[in-house]
């Protein structure tokens, strides 16, 4: 691409990453799709990606991300407002996802689980949508997984399901009660503990039909979601709560947003800190049952954290693949150089091990109604798979950014989008600590299950290299309950999966992931994996077709 300027021509600059079908260019993706029963869903895969993939979508995302949610706390006259308005690209955004089903397909007319393929499909697209444009994504997730919770209340879920399969998005400020289509957020964490829930100081008081709740949360997302999922001490203890923004007899709930947090990324999202100032909510589930209440939204958001971040992942390669291949250094395309290459393949690498055990991860979602097994290894590698690939996102997303040398680091390119978003999804919904923590709590309390998830996943990684260490190694270092060693486990359990999944989806990588990730001598930089030229070209191939 040529253009004249008075003072010179711009020249070996790579034309924008953009009106790429985000499906079709992505063969590890299809493969995983394949691989986990949702290939009937192709079709209609490829049309998303081409859809998502548009140069008008991702400008749409950098309008959204420049132009942050603004709170209004009062109105001109003093009057309390407790409203935040967004971008209306930030609008087109939640109209999109919510309207192609990504808050509500995994459930059936219930709020059971749908069944096989719908987690597979929904995690397919997700990730898609992860790669253009990932503020909006949070109400998405949190609204589809509440449903989980709310099967603790089946008469409030059986008002509040309707609004949320309506696949209809409905921003204006009114009663769930009277709008077509809703979202939900929760709030948990409070400024002396977000981790340690039960250290929550927020106070609920029975009252009439629901209770009423004081106190604060320091961090609630989405703020403008049409309900929350809350915990708060009732009489007998921690409980979960659903608090709609508006009260039964139609006045604004009494929710005050005090601030917006000037966050490092993610910032076409809101997170608000709020005060409940006595506002009005329906319990869901027991009193003092609340941790086990809400644990069944946690386990959902945890999994949409890995999506997401698989996303991200998969995003940034692909710009760096496509930077590589246009830009000349020293007469010859970066793509040609070998040194590159193995860093772009090592890249990679990483993300084929991402997107195969992130979407077995989603093929044990839909078969453990019937499957105990599968219920067992959902339960089990959620944490772990989560850990693994929203730890692995911000070092991955930093590399591809230095294939791309300065242009990689200023803000009208998407990389540094990418890189400042991708702490967040290791930071919440579990921190790195917290779920190996609840690794182990799981080893403890599930011995027998965890053991029959650990001996499936080295049936299916087989005898490629590394694997038969790395199951004696996790056996040592989780069985033994000692949680200053759960990460190195965790990380092992994860990468094992990873060998497990790409056998069945993809076996020509599964031998190069197990060599450079398993058996290699543990390094902590990319670029590093000793891979042959015809390994590297065969994983760059795969991650972007050349043309
Ligand atoms: C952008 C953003 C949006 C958010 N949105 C929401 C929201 O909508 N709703 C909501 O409720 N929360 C939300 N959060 C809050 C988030 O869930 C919490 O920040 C997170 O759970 C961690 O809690 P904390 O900040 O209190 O840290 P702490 O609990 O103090 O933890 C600090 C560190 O200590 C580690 N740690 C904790 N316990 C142990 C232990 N026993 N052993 C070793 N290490 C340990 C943790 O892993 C962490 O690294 C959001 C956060 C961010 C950044």
Not at 11 to 32: E, G, I, Y
Not at 267 to 280: D, K, L, M, Q
Not at 372 to 399: D, Q
Request: net charge neutral; with cysteine; charged share 20%.
């Amino acid at each position: 691409m040529r253009t004249a300027f008075d003072t010179h021509e711009v020249s070996n600059q790579a034309p924008p990453f953009v009106d790429v079908n985000l499906f079709a260019a992505d063969r590890p993706l299809r493969d995983a799709v394949n691989a986990n029963g949702a290939h009937t869903d192709i079709a209609a895969l490829e049309r998303f990606g081409e859809g998502w993939g548009t140069a008008h979508m991702f400008e749409l995302a950098r309008l959204a991300n420049e132009n942050p949610p603004k709170l209004r706390t009062f109105d001109p006259y003093g009057r309390r407002l407790d409203i935040v308005e967004f971008h209306p690209s930030y609008h087109r955004f939640m109209r999109e996802s919510i309207g192609d089903g990504l808050a509500c397909m995994t459930w059936d007319e219930h709020g059971t689980r749908a069944g096989a393929p719908t987690e597979v499909a929904r995690a397919a697209r997700y990730y898609m949508v992860a790669q253009v444009e990932n503020g909006h994504m949070c109400p998405v997730t949190m609204t589809r997984a509440a449903v989980a919770a709310l099967a603790a209340a089946p008469a409030l879920l059986a008002r509040v399901l309707p609004k949320i399969t309506s696949r209809q998005y409905a921003p204006e400020f009114r009663s769930w009660t009277e709008k077509s289509g809703i979202t939900i957020g929760m709030g948990m964490t409070e400024k002396q503990g977000g981790t340690d829930v039960c250290a929550n100081t927020t106070s609920a008081e029975p009252a009439g039909e629901g209770y009423l709740i004081t106190g604060h949360k320091w961090f609630m997302s989405a703020p403008m979601s049409d309900a929350f999922l809350v915990l708060a001490q009732a009489p007998a203890g921690l409980t979960c709560f659903f608090m709609p923004r508006f009260t039964p007899d139609g006045q604004v709930n009494a929710l005050r947003l005090q601030r917006l947090k000037d966050k490092l990324g993610n910032r076409s999202n809101a997170s608000s800190e709020v005060e409940f100032a006595g506002a009005f909510a329906w319990r869901v589930g027991d009193e003092g049952r609340g941790v086990r209440t809400i644990i069944e939204m946690v386990q959902l958001t945890r999994l949409d954290c890995a999506i997401a971040s698989a996303g991200l992942m998969r995003m940034a390669l692909a710009q760096a693949v496509h930077h590589a291949r246009h830009r000349v250094v020293f007469q010859r395309k970066l793509a040609d150089q070998s040194l590159m290459q193995t860093v772009l393949a090592d890249l990679a690498l990483e993300c084929e091990g991402a997107v195969a055990a992130m979407m077995r991860l989603c093929g044990s979602y839909d078969l453990a109604a019937r499957d105990p097994l599968e219920e067992a290894r959902a339960r089990l590698l959620t944490p772990v798979i989560k850990y693994w690939i929203c730890k692995s996102a911000p070092s991955l997303i930093y590399e591809a950014m230095e294939c791309l040398g300065g242009n990689g680091y200023v803000e009208e390119g998407i990389l540094a989008r990418l890189y400042r978003e991708a702490p967040v999804n290791a930071i919440w919904e579990g921190s790195g600590n917290v779920v190996c923590l609840d690794v182990l709590r799981a080893l403890s309390h599930e011995g027998e299950a965890a053991r029959a998830v650990l001996a499936q996943l080295a049936k299916e990684a087989g005898a490629l290299p590394g694997c038969a260490e790395a199951v004696t190694f996790i056996q040592n270092a989780l069985s033994a309950t000692e949680e200053a060693h759960a990460r190195a486990g965790v990380e092992r359990l994860a990468l094992l999966a990873a060998v497990a999944a790409l056998q069945a989806g993809a076996p020509g990588i599964a031998s190069a992931f197990a060599r450079h990730r398993l058996a290699a001598p543990f390094t902590r930089l990319f670029g590093a994996a000793e891979l042959t030229q015809a390994e590297a070209a065969g994983l760059l191939e795969r991650a972007l077709p050349v043309g």
